[in-house]
């Protein structure tokens, strides 16, 4: 499990007009990642990561879905510590509703990329406890809305959300 902050920026563009920035806040979420590595080398691995994103705001309920693909780079390696910086880059999907007034739901697919640090400390042969400090960028361009009476049918809405992320928890090697 992770927390992240990010600072969120949003977009508009509305038919051929350039794009302009319509706000920029904060936001913090609770993460719930599961990663594979398959171990390529003795220095790198390749992977997968899943992850669901819960963000806390006042007006609105925000979660994701991640999936993304990861390579492993392990830099330091020792009989009961490794120490990797991950690079990955993916798929992101997130819902957006609307706690107050017009009930809106908003929804759009986008990319994501960051990278991490993750001091792994192994308790036995297998099993282990890690620590993990990253940078995540999203990228969401088009959101569609459920009834959609804010803007035009020609306005494209995106959002960008940068931030750093960090988290505990249990690793196990086979």
């Not at 392990?74 to 957006?96: C, R, V």
Request: with cysteine.
């Amino acid at each position: 499990m992770g927390v992240a902050g990010y600072v969120t920026r949003s977009y508009k563009t509305v038919g051929s007009a350039a794009t302009v920035l319509t706000g920029k806040d904060w936001t913090t979420s609770a993460m719930y990642p599961v990663n594979f590595e398959y171990g390529f080398r003795d220095w790198l691995g390749v992977g997968a990561r899943f992850a669901y994103s819960n963000y806390y705001d006042s007006i609105k309920s925000n979660r994701s879905v991640d999936v993304d693909f990861v390579l492993n780079f392990h830099f330091i390696k020792a009989k009961h510590f490794e120490m990797p910086i991950s690079l990955f880059l993916g798929y992101s999907a997130i819902n957006i509703k609307n706690k107050e007034g017009v009930s809106t739901i908003a929804k759009a697919n986008g990319v994501n990329n960051g990278f991490m640090l993750t001091p792994r400390f192994y308790l036995t042969q297998h099993f282990g406890l890690f620590v993990n400090l990253g940078f995540v960028n999203y990228l969401y361009t088009g959101l569609s809305f459920s009834n959609n009476t804010l803007y035009p049918a020609t306005t494209i809405i995106s959002k960008s959300r940068q931030g750093e992320t960090c988290g505990l928890g249990a690793v196990y090697k086979f």
